[in-house]
């Protein structure tokens, strides 16, 4: 049974930084593409980047060049760093496969705000 658990979220200025972490259970992790999705309020959740098995990125335009996806999948993890942050990139962040499984698991809330 797969289990993703997201951590690392808070709230953080403008400007500033975060590195989400997402620990995966119950798979083969390292034949999966993983991913980062993010929700916000009122919105649908989406893509944010994701990252084959053979370590091929892709990152949503509206965070280009501030976010970096990696994964270690000695550890089954997988990791998301937010590096000039904008009250835009406020959701809650999840992991999951990509395409995603049925299973999610309960996020971690990122809020940037002065």
């Known amino acids: 049974q797969v289990q993703l658990v997201e951590s690392g979220g808070g709230l953080v200025q403008p400007g500033g930084s975060l590195r989400l972490s997402c620990a995966a259970s119950?798979?083969?992790?390292?034949?999966?593409?993983m991913g980062w999705y993010h929700q916000a309020p009122g919105k649908q959740r989406e893509l944010v980047a994701s990252?084959?098995?053979?370590?091929?990125?892709y990152y949503a335009d509206s965070v280009k060049g501030r976010f970096t996806i990696s994964r270690d999948n000695a550890k089954n993890m997988v990791y998301l760093q937010m590096n000039s942050l904008k009250p835009e990139d406020t959701a809650v962040y999840y992991c999951?496969?990509?395409?995603?499984?049925?299973?999610w698991g309960q996020g971690t809330q990122v809020t940037v705000s002065s």
């Open positions: 999951n496969a990509h395409p995603p499984w049925n299973y």
């Open positions: 119950g798979i083969i992790f390292s034949i999966y593409a």
């Open positions: 990252m084959t098995s053979g370590g091929r990125t």
